[in-house]
Each structure stands twice: as structure tokens, then as C-alpha cells.
């Protein structure tokens, strides 16, 4: 039996020749191992600090008239290094961007190839075809093996037609079966190393999901091509019946990353960028493209006060909101829900003139977004847009898409290449994970697909909390922007809460919303709550009005999941934020200003006041000078939150 090695640098290729071909690919820190082994069905295994991460794991293809990719026979298998500096137009975690990996990839003779890519931070891999003209994927086998006592934060689900906002359940990997349907991402733990299941690049194809086998594996399961769907109301269309293949595309074509972040500290988690790395980038200009804080309005249901006009959706309560803004910093506002007609967006309610509107918010150099539903715009798309544009909007909000089977993702990518040919931002609401686009489409500045604080407004179990919201940096914002829409003025512990739709208030410490904003990554965040209410909160004003969206640097300090986290970031002007979070345990943490450059720095910071654990909306607001040298000991009540300014001397 003879065998051929060739190695360069900390990856390794081995042939043999007899029975099947074996590969093998290392991180650049050689603390992760693939091994691809291709006999009769092609499986890969990840080895992690010496231990298995992934057992043996099959993988495949099924295209049209081509079969199964188990079948096919190797051409030749190459390996590569890359270490290059992408710089982010927008500038979610870091200025910089560090994408160092060694890659293999393995040709087989009909045309296929198969790349794995291993990082020091998790490992990667896609299949490829290099065919040419119209091409079918009937199927696409896919599977993480672990073991059957390892558990899994598990975004359950009923179907595939879903907002994707869901609490995370945990189990047992044994203890998910084929019954049970999850969304992405999920996050396995793996005798305390965790492993984030998610996908990258996803163009043309429907996104990936997640069911068990009820032992030691979760699969990979697709919502198939619809072939017919059928509207159900003013914004549902539901797919009713779908065909026997995933999705019909053009080949040569590139299929979406399946990707796995591994992190043996949960906290490095949150500075894991491999979906945007894995993702294809523009060579468009989007220098146009600016991050901000939105004044919303729908959360607080227009339920303003201490004016001389009646409240609501009508062109003077939009111009409350455009006062507010231009005073505090904030770059736009959204009309929600009620400004048109819903089936039709060139129709605008009678109580709003959207030309006077739009004059004004321009003379307050604030912009304006137009919520939608993505039915109406789907109808109308270019003469909407076009309209829009004339009347200075600066972006659209498109929600309850609900769906990513191939013709959804299609979808997106029609809406954001339009949006951007006119210049327009896009967040998209109702939406699946994020999946990398915003870096093809930059103006794709924030998505949903999160059970954030919109579902306070009847939430009746009480689950958007700060368990919930302990699990999302570990979890969901992995993935991408995260637009779980912060900012209650109107807090509450556990015993005190109740939903109240139109005037709403949150679960948790004031000072657990204010934190949000360093540790939840949006380049669009919103200030949930009513303007006024804002207003009466001068001290917490002070905050939201300066911390920035994006960031030129991200230290995750120390976290657990579903427990608490902390989080320092360096805004673009060299100032430092830090939040820290907790769940429903009060907790002592102590945090290390070592991260500072030499020299003094004036620290505002906002802290649980001390009856906290009684009245939610209890703070204290107070002013130091430090230095690198200190450590700071943060006291957080139940359900509670810390943040901090930094701004050298």
C-alpha cells in the first residue's frame, strides 16, 4: 500500500492510492485537524486540541441526471494558504478583519469539487461545480456528529414558514430527532468546547436547517423548490406544494458555506467573523452607505405626550419624531406600520404628507425609512423604489418574508441589488439569519430574525427576558447584524411585568437595555421607545445619543452563555464603550481596563442603582478618571446591566 505525502507549512495531503483517499488540512495554529476521507461516500472529521470534535461525518450532493457525489472518483486534491486584511465598508465589529486559513480542495472527474477551509477559529466547507448551463440540486446530504451526551442550544421550530424568532431549548443531541425542526444558528457544547452551526454565501439556494437522528448527529434539511404558493392574507404568501429538487440555477456556481465556529472560551465567540469572511465581497462603491441610530416608532405605538397634537400616525407626530432625532444625534427615523396603504405603497395615508415630511427631515439632516411588507414590495418593487427615491427616503424596512426557500433568497438579493442601484439602506425584518450578504450588498445594513424586544408587547410567559438575551451574543448575532430593536425606558424585575401593547415596558434593568447597545451588533440600531419618554431621561440620554453603531475594535472580555457577558469596543473617534450583562442572578464581575492605551481617561458610566432588584428602573449615573492599570468591580442586580464611556485625556 503505497502512500504519497506532501506537506507545506502546518497542512498536510495524504494519498492512498489502494482503498480511498485520505486528506488531511490544518488551522494555521495547528490546533484543528479535517480529515476527508473519500471511499464509496465522502465523510470528513474534525479533530480540535487533540480530542474529536466531529466524528466521521457523510456528506454529499445529488444533481440531476448526474447522481450522488459518493460515486465519483478523485482527479486530484491541491492545498493553499491564505493570510490577507479585508477591510469591512461597514464596520460591524472591527476596523480590520484578519482572514487567515489553509484550504483544501478536493476535484473529483465530473466536475465537482469539494473545499474545506480550516481557521483558527472554526473550519468550513462548500461544494463547487464546474459545469456550464441550467443545473438542478435534487439533494444535499449533510451531518455533524458528535456526542450523543453533548448538548445543543436548539432554535426549535414548527415548519419551515417562520419569522425565525425563537427561544432557544436545550437538549441533548440523543435528544433531538427527526421531529424536531430547528433554524440556524444553533450552538453545540462539547464537553465545554462550543461548536456554532450556521451557513455562509447563501445565493440561489435555499437555506439550511437543522433536524437530529435521535443518537449522536444533527442533519442538514432544506425547504424544497416551491412550485406553487398561495396568498393568504395581505402580506403571508405560503408555499403550497413544492418539487422534487432544492434549486434549479446556472452553473458554474459556488454552493453556500456550511460552516462550524469553534470557540473553547465561550467570550471568543462573539469576535468570530467567519460568515462575513466566507462571503463573497462587492467591488461596487458603497461609500454612501451610513450606519445610525433610527428613532422607531411602532414599539412605543406612537403613545407620545406633553404636545399640543393628537399623537399617531399623521405628518406632525413624524415631525415630533424628526425633532427628537436631530437633537440627540440620531441619523433616522422609521414610519412603521400605517403610513400607506398596505397592499399598496404608492398610496399614502391621508393624515401624512410624505413631501413636507421629507422637506422637513431634510432640513434637519435626518433621514427617513419606510417599513413595508415584502408582498407589496415584491409587486411593485422598481416603481416603489423610484418613488421613494424622489421623495428623499434614505431606506425601506421589508418585513415578513417568513420564508428561505430558493425563490425567498432570490428575493433578497433582487430587493437589495435595487436598493443599492438607488442608493437606499435595507433592513430586512420577518427574515432568516444572516448569511453574509451585507458584504456583497452593504446598504443590507441590519436583519431581524430574532425574538427580540417587539415580542414584549404580549409576551405573556415572559421569555424575552435576560436569560433570552443572555443566550443572543453567543447564538444568533454570531451570524450577523441583529436588529433586536432596544432602548425600554419602562423597566421592570420578573414579579412587576406584564405586556401592555401600547404602552410596553421591558424585563430587566434600565441599565440592561443601555448595555445592549455595546454588546448587541446592529450598524442600524433603533431607540425602541417613545421620544418623550427619552426626553425625561436626560442621564440615559446622554448615553444613547453618543454611543456609536459600528466599531473600529471588539474585545469580548468574559461571558458565559445564557449567563452573562462582557464586552468592550473601541468607537472610530478612540473612545472605549463597555457593557456587561446578566441573566436573573445578580453578579459581582470584576473587569481589567488593561486593554487601554497608556494615559488617563475620563469614564462615564451607568450602573444598577441599588434598589435595582425592586424597581427596574433604578440607575445610577457617575464619573471617574482611570487608567490601564485599574480594574474595575461591577455590581449587577437581577436581570441587570453596566456600560461605560471612555474618553482619553
Given amino acids: 500500500m503505497k502512500k504519497f505525502l506532501l506537506s507545506t507549512g502546518s497542512f498536510l495531503l495524504c494519498i492512498n492510492v489502494l482503498f480511498a483517499q485520505k486528506y488531511t488540512v490544518q488551522a494555521p495554529d495547528q490546533q484543528t485537524e479535517i480529515t476527508v476521507l473519500v471511499t464509496d461516500r465522502v465523510s470528513y472529521s474534525v479533530i480540535h486540541n487533540n480530542a474529536t470534535l466531529i466524528s466521521p461525518s457523510q456528506i454529499g450532493l445529488e444533481l440531476e441526471g448526474k447522481g450522488w457525489s459518493p460515486a465519483l472518483k478523485v482527479k486530484k486534491a491541491n492545498l493553499r494558504s491564505s493570510d490577507e486584511e479585508v477591510f469591512p465598508i461597514v464596520r460591524q465589529k472591527n476596523k480590520v ?40 440540486v435534487v439533494n444535499e446530504l449533510l451531518r455533524f456528529t458528535f456526542n450523543a451526551d453533548d448538548s445543543v442550544y436548539y432554535p426549535q421550530e414548527t415548519g419551515f414558514y417562520s419569522h425565525n424568532e425563537r427561544l432557544y431549548q436545550k437538549y441533548s443531541v440523543a435528544g433531538i430527532d427527526s421531529q424536531k425542526l430547528a433554524s440556524l444558528p444553533a450552538l453545540v ?3 465545554g468546547t462550543k461548536v456554532l452551526i ?14 437530529g437522528n435521535g443518537k449522536n448527529a444533527l442533519k442538514g434539511i432544506f425547504p424544497a423548490h416551491p412550485s406553487q404558493e398561495k396568498e393568504t392574507s395581505d402580506r403571508d404568501r405560503i408555499v403550497v406544494e413544492r418539487d422534487h429538487f432544492l434549486a434549479e440555477t446556472m452553473a458554474p456556481r459556488s454552493l453556500p458555506w456550511r460552516v462550524l465556529m469553534i470557540a473553547d472560551k465561550d467570550a471568543d465567540l462573539i469576535s468570530n467573523q467567519l460568515v462575513y469572511l466566507l462571503s463573497r465581497a462587492t467591488k461596487e462603491d458603497f461609500s454612501w452607505v451610513k450606519p445610525g441610530k433610527v428613532a422607531w416608532d411602532w414599539w412605543n405605538a406612537n403613545n407620545i405626550y406633553n404636545v399640543d397634537f393628537r399623537a399617531g400616525i399623521n405628518t406632525d407626530t413624524y415631525k415630533y419624531y424628526i425633532d427628537f432625532a436631530a437633537s440627540n444625534g440620531l441619523d433616522y427615523i422609521i414610519l412603521d406600520e400605517g403610513w400607506s396603504d398596505i397592499r399598496d405603497l404608492l398610496k399614502v395615508v391621508p393624515t401624512i404628507n410624505l413631501d413636507e415630511l421629507s422637506a422637513y427631515a431634510k432640513q434637519k439632516n435626518v433621514g427617513i425609512i419606510l417599513w413595508m411588507t415584502w408582498l407589496a414590495l415584491d409587486k411593485q418593487l422598481d416603481q416603489a423604489l423610484d418613488q421613494f427615491v424622489q421623495w428623499g427616503v434614505r431606506g425601506i424596512k421589508v418585513d415578513f418574508m417568513q420564508r428561505d426557500d430558493q425563490l425567498m433568497v432570490n428575493f433578497y438579493e433582487r430587493v437589495a441589488k435595487a436598493a443599492a442601484k438607488r442608493k437606499l439602506l435595507v433592513d430586512f425584518h420577518g427574515a432568516y ?24 408587547k404580549w409576551d405573556n410567559t415572559k421569555s424575552i ?12 448575532m454570531c451570524a450577523g447584524p441583529m436588529d433586536y430593536t432596544p432602548g425600554a425606558m419602562q423597566n421592570a424585575q420578573k414579579s412587576d411585568w406584564h405586556p401592555v401593547f401600547n404602552n410596553p415596558s421591558s424585563l430587566g434593568t434600565r441599565c440592561h437595555q443601555l448595555a445592549m447597545y455595546v454588546i448587541y451588533e446592529s450598524p442600524l440600531q433603533m431607540l425602541a421607545d417613545n ?49 456587561a450583562m446578566t441573566d436573573w442572578s445578580p453578579r459581582e464581575i470584576s473587569i481589567s481596563l488593561s486593554f487601554l492605551e497608556n494615559g488617563n481617561y475620563s469614564m462615564d458610566l451607568w450602573q444598577d442603582g441599588i434598589n435595582a432588584d425592586r424597581n427596574a428602573n433604578d440607575f445610577k449615573k457617575s ?19 453596566w456600560v461605560a464611556r471612555l474618553v482619553k485625556n
Avoid at 204 to 210: A, K, R, S, T
Wanted: net charge negative; glycine share 10%; aromatic share 12%.
Fill in 433 to 456: 439569519k444572516p448569511t453574509g450578504m451585507e458584504r456583497l450588498y452593504p446598504n443590507v445594513i441590519s436583519l431581524e430574525g430574532v425574538d427580540g424586544l417587539d415580542q414584549s
Fill in 465 to 476: 427576558g435576560p436569560d433570552h438575551n443572555l443566550m443572543l451574543p453567543f447564538i444568533r
Fill in 198 to 211: 450556521t451557513e455562509a454565501d447563501l445565493y440561489d439556494y435555499p437555506g439550511l436547517w437543522l433536524i
Fill in 97 to 136: 478583519i484578519s482572514d487567515h486559513y489553509n484550504e483544501l480542495v478536493v476535484d473529483f472527474k465530473n466536475k465537482l469539487s469539494l473545499v474545506f477551509r480550516a481557521y483558527n477559529n472554526g473550519v468550513a466547507y462548500r461544494w463547487e461545480y464546474h459545469g456550464k448551463g441550467p443545473l438542478k
Fill in 189 to 191: 457544547d462539547h464537553e
Fill in 623 to 641: 464619573h471617574e478618571t482611570v487608567d490601564r492599570s485599574r480594574s474595575l468591580t461591577v455590581h449587577l442586580a437581577p436581570g441587570g446591566g
Fill in 531 to 579: 421620544p418623550t419618554h427619552y426626553m425625561r431621561e436626560p442621564e440615559c440620554l446622554d448615553f444613547l445619543s453618543k454611543v456609536p453603531t459600528v466599531w473600529d475594535q471588539t474585545l469580548p472580555l468574559d461571558g458565559k452563555t445564557g449567563h452573562y457577558v462582557v464586552v468592550a469596543r473601541k468607537a472610530a473617534n478612540g473612545d472605549w464603550y463597555i457593557g
